[in-house]
């Protein structure tokens, strides 16, 4: 599993509270991304970042916004969380030097009421 | 825009038959991967068959990749029931874009 783990795995919340998930490695890998997965959608990739402090848009990124302060921790922050982002969230890491693979943490179950 | 889209939706068989699942997509890729999900869980990868390549194996996994198609199958011989799970192959460009999924084959081994 490459080391990587999700906080909070569930987590219950109301629209228009903000809400911060985070994802931890402990392999000091370069890139890690967050997904999140609906049912039909597969998973739809929201921000991506390449080292510290630098992060990109992925294919769903409005309402969300990301920090890498450090190597180990990706946060993923809903600004004002809305139904819609009912989801579940994945954190994945992908290993450096030419290597495609990904590996990803257990996922957070966010329900926004 | 999706690139990746698995075919079927869902496929539903006997323990110790072969499940067969595809992927279509849509421009050029450097390389497809297949994932497996289990319930509740993370992806966890299976094999990666790179633009240049037609055919490989992993065990009781087969992987084909026609590039003219614009197509893969993953093949999966002797299923068990352990084999129970959603299926995703992953996509990625030849200019380092990032992955994209397919909504995934959800498979059901009956024992």
């Known amino acids: 599993d490459a080391g990587i783990t999700q906080s909070p795995r569930h987590k219950v919340t109301e629209t228009g509270t903000p809400v911060t998930l985070r994802c931890h490695q402990t392999e000091n890998h370069r890139y890690m991304y967050w997904y999140r997965q609906d049912p039909g959608h597969g998973l739809r990739l929201i921000h991506y970042s390449y080292g510290v402090k630098d992060t990109d848009k992925g294919e769903v990124s409005d309402g969300y916004s990301v920090s890498r302060s450090k190597t180990e921790d990706f946060l993923l922050t809903l600004e004002s969380a809305t139904s819609s982002q009912t989801s579940v969230y994945f954190c994945?890491?992908?290993?450096?030097?030419?290597?495609?693979?990904?590996?990803f943490g257990p996922g957070t179950r966010l329900l926004v009421l | 825009s999706q690139q990746g889209e698995e075919d079927p939706q869902a496929l539903s068989i006997q323990e110790g038959e072969n499940a067969t699942m595809n992927c279509s997509y849509k421009t050029s890729i450097n390389n497809l991967q297949w994932y497996r999900q289990n319930s509740g869980r993370g992806l966890v990868h299976l094999i990666l068959?790179?633009?240049?390549?037609r055919e490989k194996h992993s065990g009781r996994l087969r992987v084909t990749l026609d590039t003219s198609k614009k197509s893969s199958s993953l093949l999966i011989t002797a299923s068990r029931a352990a084999d129970t799970a959603s299926y995703f192959c992953a996509t990625r460009g030849n200019y380092g874009q990032n992955f994209v999924f397919g909504p995934g084959t959800r498979l059901s081994v009956l024992p």
């Open positions: 068959i790179r633009s240049n390549e």
């Open positions: 994945a890491i992908r290993l450096s030097g030419g290597r495609e693979t990904q590996y």
